[in-house]
Each structure stands twice: as C-alpha cells, then as structure tokens.
C-alpha cells in the first residue's frame, strides 16, 4: 500500500534523526515555559453594566435579533479598536502618564527588551504624545475582555500588572462609552430639535397664507360670510387647505416637542441607557496563571508540531537513498536478488 | 606470516618488484567469519542468479564502504557449500585491495603477477579454506587503470576459470575515478551491492548507466529506525 508505505518512510526519518527533531521541541517548549515565569502577576478589575434598548430615541440600527447586551458589547467593541476613543480613555486614567513616566526611567528590563525586539513593545526614550497614545492603545486593546454576561449586562475587564491600574482603566472605558453614547445621542436630539424647528415655521408660513386666502376671499365673495350660506367650491377648497396647513402644523408642533422632551432628558442622569452596576474595584489578588500557562504551552506545542512535520518532510524529501528492495525496482528499474539486515 | 603493506607495494616499478619466490605450501587460512544472515541471503541470490551454473560473477558497488568484499566472500563460500564447487575469488579492487589482508593471506603473488607472467596460476591461487582459493591483487608494476586494461585483454580470468567451477570478483567500485568500469567489462553477471540509506539514488544511476549488462542488485545493510513495538503494528 503505497500511502503506508510513505507513512512508514516519514515515520523512519523522524525516528532516524529524532535527537535533531526533538531538540527544537524541547527549545520551544522550554521558552514557552521560560516565558510564563517571566510574566509578572497581573491583576483583573471587571466592571458589570447594565444596558437597555433604548425607547426614548430609538436607534434605526438596532437589530431586534440580538440583545442590548450583545448590541452594545460590539458597539464598545469596535470603539476599543479606534485610537481615538483609546487615548480618551488614557487620559481619563492615569495610563497615559504610568506610560510616559516608564518611558522616562530607562530602557525597561529584559523583558522589555526581548519584546521590543519583536515589536510587542514600544521604543525606548522619552516618548512623544503620539507615541504614548500608540502605547495606550496597544494596552488598552490587548488587555480590555469586553464580553456579554446576559441579555442586558455588559462586563468588562481589564488586566494589568498594577492593580489600581486596572481598576482605573476598566472604569475610564466604561466610563468613556457612556460619555460617547451620550454625546451620540444628544447630537442626534439636537438635530431633530433644529430639524423640527425649521419644519414648524415652514408649517405656519404655510397655515398663514392659507388663512388669508380665505379673508381674500370672503372679502370678495359677501355671500358667502353669511352663517347659513352655502359654500361654493372655491370656498369649499380654500377651507379644505386651511385645514390641512393647521393639522401639519400641528403635527411638526407636537413632534418639535417631543424632540425637546427628548434633547432635555438626556441631560438627566441614566437616560442614556448604560448604567454601571458594579463599579471596578481593586483587586486584592492577581489573577490565575492558567490562561497564561495554557496559551504558551498551547502556543509551544502548535510550533513543536510544526518543527517536527516540517523537518519530517524536509529530511524525507532531502533523503535520496535506497532504503528498501521495493525502491531497487521502483526507482532503479533494476532486479533485487535480495536484502542484508544490518548485523548489530 | 608476514603483513606486507600492498601500498608500499604498489609504488614500486616493475623493476624492482619482488621476485615471485618459491613458497612451501601453507596450511589454508582460516574460515573468515561472515554473518549466518548474510550467508543466508546470497544462498538466495546465488539460486535467483543461476545457483550451479555460473560461472563467472562481478561483485561491484557504487562507491566504496559498500560492504563489496564481504559479499564476495559470502557468494564463495555460498557456492563451495551448497554446490561443492571449486571456487577462486579473485581481488580486482587493485587500487585498495583488501580480501588477502581481510582472510590473513599473503597479498602477492596475485593478479599481477599472473598478467605480467611473473607467476603460474597455481603459484597465485591460495586456499581460503576447502575448495575456496583466493587470488590477491599482486604487486602493481604500472597504474591501477593500466594493469585492469592487461587484465582484461589478456583474459586472464579465462586462466583462472579453467583451474576451478566459479570465478567470483570483488571489483573496484564503478565511480571514483578508478578502473571499475573497465573491470566490469569482463564480466556477463554483475552483482551490484548498495548499503542501504548510503548511497544516493544519483549516484547509483550514474554508476549503472555506463555498465554493459544489466546489474542484479543486493541491497546490504538493511535496517529501520522504527521501534519495535511499532515493526509489529506494521507488520515490518
């Protein structure tokens, strides 16, 4: 069987060199597990917020098949993986100043180092204000877990090596999102408020001409100002337009106020539909290792595999020598008339 | 028995090569030890090549360090044992020969000296044991490539092969520059010796593309990495 055969021939190579496959291995794992012991203890703070569909300025994006908490994690997602809202929320902590006074003391250890080396980490050297905001926002958009925890409750968890850190950073965010959603919707009630305004004085332009097309008109017409007269149809007309300019102007008034209802309830406290149950608090003991462990290992053991079918194929493709009397026919095209086993 | 460096020997002109001298009869060497394996295995290519009826066989490699000269002992003995027939294995390998010294014989007279008339063919033929002879390479008066042309055109293994029922020949290796091609001239069945997971694929084309007749091969050195357990799951 020809596909066996291949599997035995790759499983040959790999024990016939296997010191030079497993070297590599255990290099990778013993980094991997090097790398977990050089991690320093990071502390988590979560803050847990409850978010509703909003009914007093419904939002025409809203999908009726996902949750509000669903809804809002991806809203707070996608602003965690804009610089801007990330530098915001720098400078609403003290992230942005940890950040430059680290910069400030040194080059930063080994650690540090290695991981700038592989562009994990910024350069060194007093940093510039964009540059800060670059670190801020590789923090913020490494360490922030923002996930769904119900149908209506958001949490959202930041992890750092200091732990007022992070209790300060998971509250910034979630205190920026609430400030952004609610400068987002008092945006658009200011401009349905200007919006209806306009329509309204376009609404009684139009009720006054109406109006005085029908004095124009009874001025001209006496017959027709008596109680008991009857109508003609220009009379007939003239009134069915003034009746319609006084219903719309009417009815942008009532929308015009209840925009103004609106613009002024966003000015109240938790209207914004984002309200923090469970403010960040600061953690007293750093979070488990586990994550940490299993990733590198997890991470080691995908590259050990790798190494190891990689140079597996590597090695048998690069061996172009006879192993079995089946090649002597296969490959040579020539008659076996027989095989010596090594005599050890 | 004295050890006589074939090196020292095969610098030497033709002038003053050592005279063939008058030796007394030596009792035959004894038994060079070849693995029962490797016995068992040419007793197989032995009958597939023909068993008691060959009558002239090339024993030839690619390269050196092919394990050439074991197999060429072991088709002997194969061929004394089984078939009880005369055999005179003869070491062509002129460049680097290593049968007499391998089976403790004296390294001359030999092939040489039989081309150059300088000894009878009962003077070079030395018994490795019962039925089994052995004809060394000689002293070399002239190149390696020179004394293989003599060899062949003076047909001197038809000498030998009226004395005895086989001649088997550890030839040269046919790639390294040296007369192994010339050598396989010589000869209608050629046994090819590969070791196994040595010799390039590239290489062993390039040694069979310039061979006059199609070569059996015997695949030497044989073996798997895999652990035991898993032969058993593979039947292997």
Redesign the interface.
Known sequence: MPH?ASM?RL??TF??H?LLLLGPVVLVLVGAIGWVLVQPPTYQSSVRVWVERQTLVPDPNSNPYLTPAQEQAGVLTELISTKYFDAKVGKRSPLSEAIKAASSHGSGGIRTRLMRLVGLAGPGGQLSDSQVDDQVFNTIVASTLVVPTGPEIITVTFGSSDPQMASLVAQAVVDQFMDETLTNQRVQADAAVAFYTSQVKQAQSDQAVADKAVDDYLLSNPSQRSANAIPDARMLQLRRDDDAAHQRTQSVLDKLDQARLERVALDQTGTAGVRVLDKAETPTQPASVKKVIIEAVGVGLVLAVLIVVVGVLVLTWL???????QE?ET??D??????????S | MSAVSQDDHSKRPASEARPVRAKAPKPPAEDVRIPRQMLEVCRSASLLLGGPNIRRLGVTSALREEGRTSIALAMAVVQREDYGRRVALVDMDLENPSLARRAGLEPWPGLAELTRHDATVEEVMQPLSDGVLVVPSGVLAASAARTMTDIVKADVLSELERQVDVVIADLPPLLGGGPGSSASRAFREILLVIRAGVTPVARIKEATDDLPVVPHVLLNDIHTSLPRWLRRLSGR
């Not at chain 1, 061996?319 to 009397?325: A, L």
């Not at chain 1, 020539?334 to 005599?343: A, C, E, I, K, Q």
């Open positions: 066996w035995v499983l040959e024990f016939r296997r061996d172009s020598t006879i192993r079995r009397p002597v490959i040579l020539l008659r076996p008339v027989g095989s010596v086993p090594r005599v």
